[in-house]
């Protein structure tokens, strides 16, 4: 249909494999509408040089290398976009930060979880299999390590498995986007979705669930009571977020010779624990059915909202739904209708996360500029301007090793190329446990302002001058504006402004008595400057 003079994909929900229209398109006529409707003007879209940048740091986790830079901003190719994010997403670093990403959003910690990165490890080889996101919902769910398909997935639930209120609460987040549990002493007071029949009934489906010597299990009968606000005890349905209930026998407490068995099981599973080997599974699964209903068209829209306005969040800084955890009648989205179009996009495309992504980082919505010439400032969820994002632990250590790398390591064959830069990344992965996980209301904490400013480890790391470091490269240049040049077009990504040259020119010919201490300086500043800390 046709909205202020701009095209509204309306997107429905047929048969698996359907076309539709490109996600790209159906993202720009829902935002560009909305600004058009409520008369706000648009920044205009990114230069390319901040665009190769923002880019590189979102599908593969760090700054572009000065050839890539070089390679896109001089190409005259009509397609040089898309081809760039076809080749990142194709890249073995797409799918290792794509991981990282992952590992934090499902993890209750805020660096990622799971043993020794086992869950990681799940992560990476199924994105890098493009594994659609219900399938890695079952694998996360029923996790079954003798399956090397499935291998570590049993990280997601087993450090949970100590806590079942928690338990419960941490699923409903990280896969439905609902906190419920503001409805465990009682129903929701200022929610009118959520009741304590829906926190109960969620727990209902995950309280049998235990760790059995280091392995996830499952127990066939269990029974969950609990208090309401009025009135007497209960048992708990399987009820699941929309309403919909599991009706079984087997909702009761285990007899003695059950937890007897259960017992015997779980030792056992001890001293097979090198072979990560569980009890065998319940012929009922509580846990099995919750993935069944949440999958069922009726039932899907969390689990596909959920996961839109997660990735939606991660690219553009800012959620269609605000908080991710509060997706509930009372809480609208910022455009209702382009998140459920992407949702039944999704589920239409059998939950291919590729598609999605890609279409969202080729829409004008995600490569506008992050400067906004004007005294009043657009609101986030309009989606004006591009959002300042601070960079992730791992974007931050893994730019900071590639701006500090003589250029000239960057050259030679692509393999040889992507080869080196996992080198960097992995070389950075001590450092990056450094960095506090950035939050929507980001400040830079104590800690990583007094590890910037006083610690001998980024001096070692980022500002030495041996042979192979951008210090090293240009310790022989007596020109200090070559050496101002080097340093910004190296660490910031872009030429140096004139202002810029003059400025950092000055300040080392003030220092030629020293000349190797002025240039860590500079390079130091550069480093630490927002626009090297954030993704722009």
């Known amino acids: 249909m046709k909205a202020l003079g701009l095209t509204l994909w309306i997107v429905t929900v047929p048969a698996l494999g359907f076309a539709g229209p490109p996600v790209e398109q159906v993202i720009d006529s829902h935002i560009d509408a909305k600004l058009k409707a409520d008369a706000v003007s648009p920044a205009p879209q990114a230069d390319d040089y901040t665009l190769v940048r923002r880019l590189t740091l979102d599908l593969v986790g760090r700054i572009p290398t000065p050839q890539e830079t ?8 009509a397609d040089k976009r898309a081809k760039l994010v076809d080749r990142l997403m194709a890249s073995p670093g797409y799918a290792r930060y794509q991981a990282v990403q992952f590992d934090v959003m499902l993890s209750d910690r805020p660096g990622g979880g799971g043993k020794n990165g086992s869950l990681r490890d799940y992560l990476t080889k199924a994105i890098q299999d493009n594994r659609p996101w219900d399938q890695m919902f079952r694998d996360l769910m029923l996790p079954d390590d003798a399956d090397p398909a499935k291998k570590g997935a049993g990280e997601f639930l087993r450090p949970k498995l100590a806590d079942a209120d928690k338990l419960t609460s941490d699923v409903s987040v990280a896969f439905f986007g609902v906190n419920v549990s503001c409805a465990q002493c009682h129903d929701h007071p200022n929610v009118k979705d959520w009741k304590q029949d829906h926190f109960y009934g969620m727990k209902a489906f995950l309280a049998r669930t235990y760790d059995a010597g280091g392995v996830v299990a499952e127990r066939e009968v269990g029974l969950v009571k609990f208090k ?8 708990a349905k399987l009820m699941f977020l929309t309403g919909a209930t599991v009706d079984t026998d087997t909702a009761r407490e285990p007899t003695k010779d059950e937890q007897k068995k259960e017992k015997e099981a779980t030792e056992q599973a001890k001293k097979d624990k090198e072979k990560a080997k569980a009890p065998p599974p319940p012929a009922f699964s509580a846990r099995g059915q919750l993935v069944e209903v949440a999958l069922r068209p009726k039932e899907s ?18 959620g269609l739904v605000n908080p991710l955890d509060q997706m509930h009648s009372e809480n609208p989205a910022s455009h209702p209708a ?8 999704v589920r239409g495309h059998g939950y291919d996360l590729r598609r999605l992504v890609r279409g969202v980082v080729m829409s004008r919505t995600y490569s506008r500029a992050s400067r906004y010439d004007s005294e009043s400032h657009p609101e986030a969820n309009t989606f004006a301007v591009g959002r300042l994002k601070p960079l992730t632990p791992t974007q931050l250590a893994t730019s900071l090793r590639i701006a500090a790398t003589d250029p000239k390591q960057f050259d030679g064959k692509p393999d040889e190329i992507e080869k080196k830069l996992e080198q960097l990344e992995a070389s950075a992965r001590g450092f990056a446990g450094s960095i506090a996980q950035p939050t929507d209301h980001f400040q830079i904490g104590v800690s990583e302002a007094l590890l910037f400013s006083n610690s001998d480890k980024v001096m070692k790391e980022f500002l030495d001058d041996r042979g192979g470091t951008l210090l090293g490269r240009v310790k022989d240049e007596t020109d200090p ?7 910004v077009r190296n660490a910031l990504g872009r030429p140096a402004t004139a202002a810029e040259i003059a400025a950092l020119s000055e300040y080392m010919t003030k220092r030629a008595d020293r000349p190797a201490e002025a240039r860590k300086q500079v390079l130091w ?8 800390r954030f993704n722009h």
Request: charged share 25%; proline share 5%.
């Open 70 to 77: 070089d390679a896109y901003v001089t190409s005259k190719d």
């Open 228 to 235: 309401p606000t009025k009135g007497p005890e209960r048992n």
């Open 301 to 318: 829209e969390y689990f596909a909202r959920n996961i839109v306005n997660r990735l939606w969040h991660r690219f553009l800084g800012y």
């Open 338 to 345: 382009l998140l459920d179009d992407l949702a039944a996009d």
């Open 481 to 487: 504006a070559a050496v101002a040049k080097a340093l």
């Open 525 to 532: 500043a550069l480093l630490t400057c927002p626009e090297f």
